[in-house]
Nanobody, 117 residues
């Protein structure tokens, strides 16, 4: 099993910034893609950004140019730098990692991000 612990969420005014972190521990062999998803009240969970083990990143159109995903593979940690936050970014943000050898996905418990207008 892989345990994921997210941190860095909170309350921020529109236009502000937050940096989310997600640290993986446990059976962390063969970790491939790492990513961030979010779920707002009454909406489906959606991809925000993900990054391959080789460092190639992918973003939702709604966050391009504002959010940056990065990872420190040596520490099995993934980050999400969120700038120019908008009220519509308010959601619970979840970290997900995939074990390449089995294609199993592991999820964190989520961290709340609230952006006030």
């Amino acid at each position: 099993q892989v345990q994921l612990v997210e941190s860095g969420g909170g309350l921020v005014e529109a236009g502000g910034s937050l940096r989310l972190s997600c640290a993986a521990s446990g059976s962390i062999f063969s970790i491939g893609n790492m990513g961030w998803y979010r779920q707002a009240p009454g909406k489906q969970r959606e991809l925000v950004a993900d990054i391959t083990s080789g460092g190639r990143s992918n973003y939702a159109d709604s966050v391009k140019g504002r959010f940056t995903i990065s990872r420190e593979s040596a520490r099995n940690t993934v980050f999400l730098q969120m700038n120019s936050l908008k009220p519509e970014d308010t959601a619970v943000y979840y970290c997900k990692v995939r074990r390449e050898s089995t294609m199993a996905d592991f999820w964190g418990r989520g961290t709340q991000v609230t952006v006030s207008s």
